[in-house]
């Protein structure tokens, strides 16, 4: 019997630097089975340039997993390379799927510095030149000499990249593209080309450059034996580019793997254009939807939630939307933060998990908390959800988007997954009934909220319908009761 399928994000930005999270993982594997959890977004798992303390995105050495003493640590933030292999093989005998965190859009720590010829470019319009051509300092050149060319003897030097954000040379920061290259083309259009993003822009027009990506990229596939893929900064690297590495990964593995990409972007043409340019190989996350929460949750009433799936990837394009309510890029303190409201947690993550559409992921930091920030543990709330989406959420949809301040949906359920189906009510007001049809199956059956907040139960009527209701500023999930 198939089950709907959870994404969880093991991870959030501020996580301790404890080397703990791969021993943490292995030992929640059948706790998350337990909830419905199917797959699990594990963090970078290689070296970055701040060692034991990088979350995983200032990328130093690819193939050191955390097993050789550079910057400082042989561990990486979360723990060994073996405490890794462990973590994958735990949640694979739970018949959980892993997904690997790709970030190869640029390189940070270089060993040695370069002299090299250089122009400076407008931090906002990355076409406009604005300096002359320079000898600048360029840390751009990895030789990796704690792992002493063990599994690739490759290094890299300032041929490999397009530019980097630091001259050494008069100790000053700016963008500054080297001699003879240009921006990769096919990238987002934001500050005129939005190639370069931080660190040593990695020069995927470079064939040595391509061709070594390819054979990490087969080398950690088979090391680690993961199931897919999260592909980082997509936005910033030649969109054409996945398409060809994807496909080879899925040769070397010998099966099929997912991949989902983050393209942190609010228009959803864009985001159809990116997943077309891919030929359907790489799903994207739901940036547009993740907005519409957030606007919602800060307009406290004052939002028409008969739009929020509007201008969603989930909306156009659902077999390819991986849906979010939040992220360790939207938590409290980062760059792109759009945190969405505690109060409206609970109602963004039943439109994720319990409608038919898209593929949902759940946020370390909603789940387990964020001490840092004083967010909260949902974790009460999130299991009640996930397990109704693993045992209820199936079959026909009917949607009641009619109300500005109150919507439903029901599931009318499915001969596969016994007693399954459901109704959910959700509103950022007064509350309100709805009457909305679940089924004639259920003709004299009662149900109550699976969440606790409605108190009385309701009955269906011979032709299917019940009148199920919600409290204000929350979400009631209706599930059979048994008599």
């Given at each position: 019997?198939?089950?709907?399928?959870?994404?969880?994000?093991?991870?959030?930005?501020?996580?301790?630097?404890?080397?703990?999270?791969?021993?943490?993982?292995?030992?929640?594997?059948?706790?998350?089975?337990?909830?419905?959890?199917?797959?699990?977004?594990?963090?970078?798992?290689?070296?970055?340039?701040?060692?034991?303390?990088?979350?995983?995105?200032?990328?130093?050495?690819?193939?050191?997993?955390?097993?050789?003493?550079?910057?400082?640590?042989?561990?990486?933030?979360?723990?060994?390379?073996?405490?890794?292999?462990?973590?994958?093989?735990?949640?694979?005998?739970?018949?959980?799927?892993?997904?690997?965190?790709?970030?190869?859009?640029?390189?940070?720590?270089?060993?040695?510095?370069?002299?090299?010829?250089?122009?400076?470019?407008?931090?906002?319009?990355?076409?406009?030149?604005?300096?002359?051509?320079?000898?600048?300092?360029?840390?751009?050149?990895?030789?990796?000499?704690?792992?002493?060319?063990?599994?690739?003897?490759?290094?890299?030097?300032?041929?490999?990249?397009?530019?980097?954000?630091?001259?050494?040379?008069?100790?000053?920061?700016?963008?500054?593209?080297?001699?003879?290259?240009?921006?990769?083309?096919?990238?987002?259009?934001?500050?005129?080309?939005?190639?370069?993003?931080?660190?040593?822009?990695?020069?995927?027009?470079?064939?040595?450059?391509?061709?070594?990506?390819?054979?990490?990229?087969?080398?950690?596939?088979?090391?680690?034996?993961?199931?897919?893929?999260?592909?980082?900064?997509?936005?910033?690297?030649?969109?054409?580019?996945?398409?060809?590495?994807?496909?080879?990964?899925?040769?070397?593995?010998?099966?099929?793997?997912?991949?989902?990409?983050?393209?942190?972007?609010?228009?959803?043409?864009?985001?159809?254009?990116?997943?077309?340019?891919?030929?359907?190989?790489?799903?994207?996350?739901?940036?547009?939807?993740?907005?519409?929460?957030?606007?919602?949750?800060?307009?406290?009433?004052?939002?028409?939630?008969?739009?929020?799936?509007?201008?969603?990837?989930?909306?156009?394009?659902?077999?390819?939307?991986?849906?979010?309510?939040?992220?360790?890029?939207?938590?409290?303190?980062?760059?792109?933060?759009?945190?969405?409201?505690?109060?409206?947690?609970?109602?963004?993550?039943?439109?994720?998990?319990?409608?038919?559409?898209?593929?949902?992921?759940?946020?370390?930091?909603?789940?387990?908390?964020?001490?840092?920030?004083?967010?909260?543990?949902?974790?009460?709330?999130?299991?009640?959800?996930?397990?109704?989406?693993?045992?209820?959420a199936y079959g026909a949809q009917h949607d009641y988007f009619d109300d500005p301040n109150c919507i439903g949906w029901t599931r009318e359920g499915d001969e596969e997954h016994p007693d399954s189906g459901l109704a959910v009510v959700l509103?950022?007001?007064?509350?309100?009934?709805?009457?909305?049809?679940?089924?004639?199956?259920?003709?004299?059956?009662?149900?109550?909220?699976?969440?606790?907040?409605?108190?009385?139960?309701?009955?269906?009527?011979?032709?299917?319908?019940?009148?199920?209701?919600?409290?204000?500023?929350?979400?009631?999930?209706?599930?059979?009761?048994?008599?």
């Amino acid at each position: 019997m198939g089950i709907n399928g959870i994404m969880m994000q093991y991870f959030e930005w501020d996580y301790p630097a404890d080397q703990s999270l791969w021993k943490n993982l292995k030992a929640d594997a059948q706790k998350l089975k337990n909830v419905g959890v199917t797959a699990v977004w594990m963090p970078p798992a290689y070296k970055g340039a701040n060692g034991a303390t990088d979350v995983g995105y200032g990328v130093y050495d690819l193939y050191d997993l955390g097993e050789f003493d550079q910057k400082g640590s042989v561990p990486t933030k979360y723990g060994t390379k073996k405490e890794y292999l462990d973590a994958i093989k735990t949640l694979h005998t739970k018949g959980i799927n892993v997904y690997a965190d790709i970030v190869i859009n640029h390189k940070i720590g270089a060993d040695e510095i370069e002299k090299v010829s250089a122009k400076e470019f407008n931090q906002e319009s990355r076409n406009q030149m604005i300096g002359d051509s320079k000898t600048i300092g360029a840390w751009t050149k990895f030789t990796f000499p704690g792992r002493k060319g063990k599994y690739s003897d490759f290094t890299w030097n300032w041929t490999h990249f397009d530019g980097i954000d630091w001259d050494q040379e008069r100790a000053a920061k700016s963008i500054f593209k080297f001699a003879g290259k240009d921006w990769d083309s096919n990238v987002d259009a934001e500050r005129g080309n939005y190639d370069y993003l931080m660190g040593a822009d990695i020069d995927f027009g470079n064939n040595d450059v391509r061709e070594e990506l390819m054979r990490w990229g087969q080398w950690y596939t088979e090391e680690t034996g993961v199931d897919g893929f999260r592909l980082d900064a997509v936005k910033h690297i030649n969109k054409y580019f996945f398409k060809d590495w994807v496909r080879k990964m899925k040769e070397t593995a010998g099966r099929d793997l997912f991949a989902v990409g983050e393209y942190w972007h609010w228009d959803v043409n864009i985001l159809q254009d990116y997943i077309n340019s891919n030929e359907g190989e790489v799903s994207l996350f739901d940036v547009p939807l993740h907005f519409n929460f957030h606007n919602c949750s800060k307009a406290h009433g004052n939002y028409d939630l008969r739009t929020i799936l509007d201008g969603s990837l989930t909306r156009v394009n659902p077999l390819k939307s991986v849906t979010f309510v939040d992220n360790h890029d939207s938590q409290p303190g980062q760059s792109l933060e759009s945190w969405v409201d505690d109060w409206f947690k609970p109602m963004a993550y039943a439109i994720i998990l319990l409608r038919q559409e898209g593929y949902p992921c759940v946020f370390y930091g909603d789940y387990k908390g964020i001490p840092t920030a004083k967010v909260k543990s949902k974790k009460k709330e999130l299991d009640k959800l996930m397990k109704l989406r693993k045992l209820n959420a199936y079959g026909a949809q009917h949607d009641y988007f009619d109300d500005p301040n109150c919507i439903g949906w029901t599931r009318e359920g499915d001969e596969e997954h016994p007693d399954s189906g459901l109704a959910v009510v959700l509103s950022d007001g007064t509350g309100g009934t709805k009457h909305m049809y679940i089924g004639k199956q259920f003709a004299g059956c009662h149900f109550s909220d699976a969440m606790g907040n409605a108190k009385y139960n309701i009955k269906i009527d011979d032709a299917g319908f019940g009148d199920f209701y919600v409290n204000r500023d929350s979400v009631a999930v209706w599930v059979r009761k048994e008599n």
